[in-house]
């Protein structure tokens, strides 16, 4: 019961609609378990009427809420329907919790590291057109795709875990509103991806500016290659620091653009010929 919960879960936003959002998709997902609570037909069609009403949550984090939910239609059809009075307060409180905590973790963190891997891949593999648009060197059509291939690879794993972990402590752990919510430590989670995709972005960085420096500069000087690096990780820098002072990213943006006037004015540099 739980494998085919588990594969229906990924038709989750199948019949997502502006009404009752993914309210079709809870109620497909949920069906094997409803089945087996309520094998009485009238009683099974009230089940997934109930599932009918406004459902929305982060896709990937729904199994939490499923499994819930099954254990609590499982108890039910045992205890008395009294059981059910509870269950949509439980059913709204774990889709919001879970709603924030899923998109701060693949919206925000995972999807961009997707693009960041394939960065790094490419780069690994002695691909550089994502830098110089005007390589005339040929690159095979196995690297080309190795680089995307990985970053959807670690964000599928990813996900397809978090479902059937989801799924399986959601159903253990049916019929309270905090259901779960300690299946990991979350904010650990956060932090770990947020350094993770902040020293691929310092890898990136490092390697883009030291390639056009590279390529541009030619036999220049170690100061003047130094100042090409230092600039870049000077930003990202400060963007943590302002960051960590709980700063928002357009008090960094306004810093790092008022910080760049006045070195730019102090040295004289040409910001725009400075790399090119």
């Known amino acids: 019961m739980l494998f085919k919960m588990f594969l229906r879960s990924f038709f989750i936003q199948a019949g997502w609609n502006y009404e009752r959002f993914q309210s079709l998709g809870f109620a497909f997902a949920l069906q094997p378990a409803l089945e087996k609570a309520w094998p009485d037909r009238e009683k099974l069609k009230a089940a997934l009427l109930r599932h009918l009403q406004i459902f929305n949550t982060q896709p990937y984090m729904a199994s939490f809420v499923i499994g819930n939910i099954a254990r609590m239609e499982e108890r039910a059809a045992e205890a008395g329907e009294d059981q059910l009075k509870h269950m949509p307060g439980v059913k709204q409180a774990l889709a919001s919790s879970f709603a924030s905590i899923g998109d701060r973790i693949f919206w925000g963190r995972l999807k961009p590291m997707t693009v960041q891997i394939c960065l790094l891949v490419w780069s690994a593999c002695g691909f550089y057109g994502w830098l110089f648009t005007g390589m005339d060197g040929a690159v095979s059509f196995g690297v080309l795709l190795a680089g995307p291939l990985a970053g959807i690879a670690a964000y599928s794993v990813f996900s397809v875990y978090i479902r ?10 049916g019929g309270s509103a905090n259901c779960a919510l300690d299946a990991a430590n979350w904010p650990r989670l956060i932090r770990l991806l947020s350094a993770a995709g902040f020293a691929m972005s310092l890898a990136i960085a490092l390697l ?33 620091v302002m960051r960590a002072l709980g700063r928002s990213v357009f008090f ?23 790399y090119l």
């Open 164 to 173: 059937w972990k989801g799924l399986k402590a959601g159903y253990a752990c």
């Open 252 to 274: 960094s943006a306004g810093l790092i653009l008022a910080a760049s006037v006045l070195l730019f004015s102090l040295l004289g540099l040409q910001p725009f010929e400075l």
């Open 208 to 240: 883009a500016f030291g390639l056009l420096a590279g390529f541009n500069c030619g036999s220049c000087r170690p100061a003047d290659l130094l100042l090409k690096l230092g600039l870049p990780l000077a930003v990202l820098a400060l963007h943590r």
